[in-house]
């Protein structure tokens, strides 16, 4: 899964955005929220954007939770007035939340939550 502040948006917001998507994914039925990147930032610098937003969402075996994940991605975003996007990526099959219409967001998710969702 990865986290694409809007244009413009510096380091500082895009850590303290990440932050707050990570806490909201850790208080799903989520097994881990691993950050991805390159190693550990030097100390003091402020990091890259692109590489502050990337984590592993390993998913517990229960029913449903690919529907609540993408869910919470959903409202986290509604919540947010910027242009910022989300790429939720399983199994090579990737699914981009932005600034779409709710009807257009409603059925993108039916239909990646569909293909998705352990019986």
Request: glycine share 12%; proline share 3%; no cysteine.
């Amino acid at each position: 899964m990865a986290l694409e502040p809007e244009a413009g948006a510096d380091a500082e917001e895009g850590d303290r955005l990440g932050r707050q998507l990570r806490q909201q994914l850790r208080s799903l039925d989520v097994d881990r929220v691993t950050p991805i990147g390159a190693g550990e930032a030097p100390m003091g610098s402020k990091g890259d954007v692109a590489a502050i937003g990337e984590w592993l969402v390993t998913l517990s075996s229960s029913g449903g939770v690919v529907a609540t994940l993408v869910a919470t991605i959903r409202d986290w975003l509604g919540r947010r007035e910027a242009g910022h996007t989300i790429t939720l990526t399983i199994d090579g099959d990737s699914l981009e939340l932005d600034g779409a219409t709710v009807a257009e967001r409603a059925e993108l998710i039916d239909t990646f939550v569909r293909r998705h969702q352990t019986a």
